[in-house]
Nanobody, 121 residues
């Protein structure tokens, strides 16, 4: 069993930056692809990006490409989402998710509880 805990959310002005963390306990994340999703009020959950379990390969949604960066520190069992040039439309609850040795899966094995990001205009 893996427990995922997101942190780092908050209120930021448009154009600002935030770095979210997703810390895991229970098992090492080194064999998991790690993804970030977000869900704004009244909207469906949206894929943000993903990092492969090995090789550091990443893929991003067009809406965040060039502004957001996912990285991982397997020694700390933590994945990060660096968000730059934030826009009001980035306001959402952000979730991390883990998939064991699968790339862009339909379903994820574990989810965090989410962290709120609010971008003011």
């Amino acid at each position: 069993q893996v427990q995922l805990v997101e942190s780092g959310g908050g209120l930021v002005q448009a154009g600002g930056s935030l770095r979210l963390s997703c810390a895991a306990s229970g098992r090492t994340l080194s064999s998991y692809s790690m993804a970030w999703f977000r869900q704004a009020p009244g909207k469906e959950r949206e894929f943000v990006g993903i990092i492969r379990w090995s090789g550091g390969y990443t893929y991003y949604a067009d809406s965040v490409k060039g502004r957001f960066t996912i990285s991982r520190d397997n020694a700390k069992n933590t994945v990060y989402l660096q968000m730059n040039s934030l826009k009001p439309e980035d306001t959402a609850v952000y979730y991390c998710a883990a998939a064991n040795r699968r790339w862009m899966p339909d379903k994820y094995d574990y989810w965090g509880q989410g962290t709120q990001v609010t971008v003011s205009s």
